[in-house]
């Protein structure tokens, strides 16, 4: 079999010139404890990665950290409409083309995200998803993309949080951007056209809020797997369910409604991912030790039950480096000191969290 970026087994750690950590780990086993991340995983069947962007794959250390760790990525920013196009027929790729090419060379596996997110429409676009032809304009777009990066991307979000169940709408739809629920029309489409455009690619419906133990949280969990039934029943081609798992410290976590949630999607013979993993610190005491334990204690509790469900997959980290993380910009803490959600502290040294995800790993049962 020739080995192409799709038939690539997630686990393989071949780091073109990126970083001392993996030349070494070519040059000989490393020791347990300089193991990345994707290779306790690997033990389990399972798989790490993280979110980049690509204007730090220019930085060695942080790149060579990403390969050492990560057998899949996933581009953060650069594969959303309103950066691909901007104005209507004006492609702009080149920074997915420069994730691509990292993933390449460095032969990790790549997640798309995400052929339609409704926080991310182009302005030219917002008119027209609120005409009746709506279905057409988003699958031409989930079609250029997902077709553009055929055989490079081996899963995709095709439609990123279109629940909302607060807007009040059927089945718990959200209205943005289209004013009002449209009904799940277009999610089936999107569906659809991906798979047409790529018949190889793992389909995914990936969304957030789906971890907790409040009312919210419980209307979300219901309105997805509402969602997910309606599309299997319907035959549209969907293979997984992206859990963001944007998890947060001091929030209610009930393992028991958590894991029947898991339970519940795999039954539809659907397979998952964490795929924008991070803890949230904002309820967490202000020293770092004290906070970095907080943190990875939080983790540990929701890791495990996570995976414990063998049809969850693995664990993608919405970057490594606390400095990167959205959160510096959306998860202020009060005393005003930067949040520490992330595995990785700025200087990329590994911190607590990253103990809890290899734990977490290395005691899941083998998939
Ligand atoms: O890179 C430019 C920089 O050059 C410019 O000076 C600066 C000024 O605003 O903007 C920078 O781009 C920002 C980019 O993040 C990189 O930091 C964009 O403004 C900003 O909109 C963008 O935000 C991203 C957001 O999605 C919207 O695309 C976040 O990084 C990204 O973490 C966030 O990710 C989402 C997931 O896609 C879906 N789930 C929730 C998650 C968090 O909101």
Redesign the pocket.
């Known amino acids: 079999m020739t080995l192409t970026r799709r038939n690539f087994v997630a686990g393989g750690s071949l780091a073109l010139g990126l970083g001392s950590l993996t030349t070494a780990a070519l040059k000989k086993e490393p020791p347990i404890s300089t193991k990345g991340l994707k290779d306790i995983a690997a033990r389990r069947g399972l798989s790490f990665g993280c979110a980049v962007?690509d204007?730090h794959l220019s930085d060695k250390l942080l790149s060579g950290t990403i390969t050492h760790e990560c057998d899949i990525v996933v581009a953060?920013?650069a594969m959303?409409w309103a950066i691909n196009e901007p104005l209507k027929d004006d492609f702009q790729y080149n920074a997915a083309d420069n994730i691509v090419r990292f993933a390449r060379i460095n032969r990790l596996a790549l997640r798309g995200?995400?052929a339609f997110?409704y926080?991310?429409v182009p302005q030219w676009a917002t008119g027209l998803l609120r005409d009746r032809y709506r279905e057409k304009v988003i699958t031409d777009r989930v079609t250029e993309v997902v077709r553009r990066y055929k055989g490079e991307v081996s899963e995709w979000d095709v439609v990123?949080?279109a629940i909302e169940p607060r807007d009040g709408q059927f089945r718990g739809l959200r209205t943005a951007p289209f004013g009002a629920s449209t009904g799940i029309q277009y999610i089936a489409d999107s569906f659809h056209a991906a798979h047409e455009a790529d018949y190889d690619a793992k389909l995914f419906y990936n969304d957030?809020g789906l971890e907790y133990d409040t009312p919210q949280e419980d209307a979300r969990r219901a309105a997805v797997l509402a969602l997910l039934t309606d599309l299997k029943r319907q035959n549209v081609p969907i293979h997984g369910l992206g859990l963001?798992t944007?998890a947060g410290v001091g929030r209610r976590f009930d393992a028991v409604k958590y894991r029947l949630f898991l339970k519940n999607v795999a039954d539809l013979g659907l397979i998952m991912r964490l795929t924008?993993f991070d803890v949230a610190d904002r309820n967490a005491p202000p020293g770092f030790v004290e906070r970095d334990k907080a943190v990875a204690a939080h983790a540990s509790e929701l890791l495990h039950v996570a995976l414990d469900e063998r049809a969850v997959k693995g664990i993608l980290c919405?970057g490594l480096r606390d400095q990167d993380s959205?959160l510096a910009q959306?998860g202020k803490r009060k005393d005003g000191l930067a949040p520490r959600p992330l595995p990785f502290t700025d200087d990329l040294r590994p911190k607590p969290l990253r103990s809890s995800i290899a734990e977490a790993f290395a005691n899941a049962p083998d998939r």
């Open positions: 962007r204007q953060e920013v959303k995200h995400t997110w926080r991310s990123n949080e957030y963001q944007h924008e919405w959205w959306n």
